[in-house]
């Protein structure tokens, strides 16, 4: 693994590469983490699937975005629209320094939504890899609010409860008012078709959601499959702490378009 920092002057990310072993593809990965408490539940998850890929002759690259990690800025700077373009910014770094031709991107929940946004904006994919994604972003607030209620529910002293938006905290990590209306906004079942690329949905267990996306794309006539992997654990955000089937199926999935 190789540390290092890219981007801008001002807007410095930090990005860690997992270089090709063996033969190498001329296609390489870059991972898109999902944000808060989901990074560092999937922290581990990510590691272990760049290697995975890494041994299989991918160039893998992971960062953090801006304001999160140990990318500059801070957290109250976070917004889809800069992440979006973090993404470009990592595809861009790993094409410079391994010179691969291609570039897919693997995305996990909110990552995974702006990977979408990514494509849609004009980065050319070799594939769009949406692990468990956000498909709306007002139920995928309204989910980690209901399970920060659960938690509050098991505490002894439970603070009183206030909206998200004003209290900008989520499950204990900053949630600004900015970043919870963008989030809000996204609905990947309602966007436009992003230029053709094989977009692969890989969930643990199904959801309303996901078959919405699924008829979405179906409707646009985007290249598409829908891979149901169940795990043994509880699925969503968990089940990526014992994801290894679904890790493998993600692997197999960029070897068949690399």
Same mark, same amino acid.
């Given at each position: 693994?190789?540390?290092?920092?890219?981007?801008?002057?001002?807007?410095?990310?930090?990005?860690?590469?997992?270089?090709?072993?063996?033969?190498?593809?001329?296609?390489?990965?870059?991972?898109?983490?999902?944000?808060?408490?989901?990074?560092?539940?999937?922290?581990?998850?990510?590691?272990?699937?760049?290697?995975?890929?890494?041994?299989?002759?991918?160039?893998?690259?992971?960062?953090?975005?801006?304001?999160?990690?140990?990318?500059?800025?801070?957290?109250?700077?976070?917004?889809?629209?800069?992440?979006?373009?973090?993404?470009?910014? #990592? !595809?861009?770094?790993?094409?410079?320094? *391994?010179?691969?031709?291609? &570039? /897919?991107?693997?995305?996990?929940?909110?990552? @995974?939504?702006?990977?979408?946004?990514?494509?849609?904006?004009?980065?050319?994919?070799?594939?769009?890899?949406?692990?468990?994604?956000?498909?709306?972003?007002?139920?995928?607030?309204?989910?980690?609010?209901?399970?920060?209620?659960?938690?509050?529910?098991?505490?002894?002293?439970?603070?009183?409860?206030?909206?998200?938006?004003?209290?900008?905290?989520?499950?204990?990590?900053?949630?600004?008012?900015?970043?919870?209306?963008?989030?809000?906004?996204?609905?990947? #079942? !309602?966007?436009?078709?992003?230029?053709? *690329?094989?977009?692969?949905? &890989? /969930?643990?267990?199904?959801?309303?959601?996901? @078959?919405?996306?699924?008829?979405?794309?179906?409707?646009?006539?985007?290249?598409?499959?829908?891979?149901?992997?169940?795990?043994?654990?509880?699925?969503?955000?968990?089940?990526?702490?014992?994801?290894?089937?679904?890790?493998?199926?993600?692997?197999?999935?960029?070897?068949?378009?690399?």
């Amino acid at each position: 693994m190789t540390p290092c920092f890219f981007g801008t002057s001002e807007r410095q990310l930090f990005g860690m590469h997992h270089p090709a072993q063996g033969a190498e593809r001329t296609t390489g990965v870059v991972l898109c983490y999902p944000a808060a408490q989901e990074y560092m539940l999937t922290h581990w998850a990510f590691r272990k699937l760049a290697g995975m890929l890494a041994r299989e002759g991918f160039h893998v690259f992971r960062f953090d975005y801006y304001g999160t990690g140990d990318s500059a800025g801070e957290v109250h700077e976070g917004r889809v629209s800069t992440w979006v373009q973090d993404i470009r910014h #990592a !595809a861009n770094e790993l094409q410079d320094v *391994t010179g691969v031709q291609r &570039v /897919a991107l693997v995305g996990f929940r909110l990552g @995974a939504a702006l990977a979408v946004r990514a494509a849609l904006e004009g980065l050319s994919t070799a594939a769009l890899v949406l692990w468990e994604p956000l498909v709306e972003g007002a139920a995928w607030i309204r989910e980690l609010e209901q399970l920060q209620q659960r938690r509050a529910a098991r505490t002894l002293f439970p603070r009183p409860e206030s909206p998200v938006e004003v209290r900008q905290e989520l499950l204990g990590f900053a949630f600004p008012r900015a970043l919870h209306d963008d989030i809000l906004a996204l609905d990947l #079942a !309602a966007l436009p078709t992003w230029p053709a *690329t094989r977009t692969h949905l &890989v /969930a643990g267990a199904p959801k309303p959601e996901y @078959a919405r996306l699924q008829a979405h794309l179906e409707k646009t006539g985007l290249p598409s499959q829908h891979h149901l992997v169940p795990e043994e654990g509880a699925g969503g955000q968990e089940s990526a702490l014992l994801s290894n089937r679904i890790l493998q199926t993600i692997t197999t999935l960029l070897k068949e378009a690399a």
